[in-house]
């Protein structure tokens, strides 16, 4: 069976697949601006929510490469900021494989819904790492460092403000200058929700009570940090993974190292083992999968690679159409 007799036709988005540099297939649905009926395109931009970890992963990896850090290096050393509760002794290696035990604003095991942060806390407020701070800083650890894996925004938050302390600048500006332009990703960023450029597409939630949409403007934050909220293009996120897999990010030792399994137990087929940054599907009978997501209201992304055969696929859906199925059914043929 084809991929295009697999794909759910309702799904509203952009799915694109390429394999040795020949696409494989490519499909663009859904509008990017839904009253005005705009369709989505190949070239939109798309938020892509928490898959922009990868990026603060690997700025982080070229920061050890060029030994301005260490894995072993700790949050007491490297930020100069009041850690109250949180363990000073937390280290980098822990911050990026979530085994930090650090608080997290956003507990995914504990509250459902992204946008309940925002009850108290207005969503507009949020435009830097720092502006995060106040949802986490208080609280205690949720576990000992180093104990557990536990998926863990906040981790790549203080990730986020260890590349602006040691580079001094701003962390999208640093992966704009030293991932974006090297890649050639020029649609990629991250901008303030009240200031996109063109050709970005709005995000949708569907109200069950009005039985119509609203956009998620009032349920992210206002710009992206270091725990998600990249604005990307599909072929963009295709020319990261060919870069990054030919070591023009980081040498290949340390890609192998991004790849490779680092945390967790197994005990999830698809969300059991993490690397830094990437998602690790074990394969038993041959090398692992590794992949990228996020998901937040409105928002759903994973991009995928598979080093078996060379195949590269992104699926995204600024309605929250479930990417995960779409990718199951193109393991499927494609595997």
């Keep these: 069976m084809r991929i295009n007799e697999m794909i759910d036709e309702s799904f509203r988005g952009n799915i694109y697949i390429v394999q040795n ?115 986490f800083i208080d609280k205690p650890m949720m576990y000992p460092k180093g104990e557990r894996f536990q998926y863990n925004n906040s981790g790549y938050v203080l990730l986020a403000m260890i590349i602006e302390k040691v580079t001094g600048m701003y962390f999208d500006q640093y992966l704009k200058e030293n991932i974006f332009d090297l890649c050639g990703m020029k649609s990629t960023g991250y901008y303030e929700l009240d200031k996109l450029p063109s050709q970005c597409a709005s995000n949708y939630i569907y109200c069950a009570d009005t039985n119509d949409y609203r956009t998620n403007i009032y349920s992210v934050d206002a710009k992206g940090t270091g725990a998600g909220g990249a604005f990307i293009a599909v072929k963009d996120i295709v020319s990261f993974w060919i870069n990054l897999l030919e070591g023009k990010l980081i040498s290949k030792e340390l890609v192998s190292d991004m790849l490779r399994k680092q945390s967790g137990d197994g005990a999830d087929a698809e969300e059991g083992y993490y690397g830094y940054g990437m998602w690790i599907i074990d394969h038993p009978n041959g090398r692992d999968f590794a992949y990228f997501q996020g998901s937040d209201p409105g928002v759903s992304f994973i991009s995928e690679y598979n080093p078996n055969n060379g195949v590269i696929s992104v699926l995204v859906s600024n309605y929250g159409d479930n990417v995960w199925g779409e990718m199951r059914k193109i393991r499927e043929v494609l595997y």
């Design 21 to 135: 540099g020949r696409v494989l297939y490519e499909r663009e649905s859904g509008f990017a601006d839904l009253p005005n009926e705009i369709p989505n395109t190949l070239e939109t931009k798309f938020a892509s929510a928490s898959a922009g970890k990868v990026f603060v992963a690997a700025g982080i990896l070229q920061l050890i490469e060029r030994k301005r850090i260490k894995y072993e290096d700790t949050l007491g050393k490297l930020l100069d900021i009041p850690l109250n509760n949180i363990d000073k002794d937390v280290t980098v290696r822990q911050l990026l494989n979530h085994t930090s035990g650090v608080p997290d604003y956003f507990d995914e095991s504990i509250m459902d819904e992204y946008e309940e942060l925002w009850t108290d806390y207005p969503n507009y407020k949020i435009r830097h790492n720092s502006d995060l701070l106040p949802l």
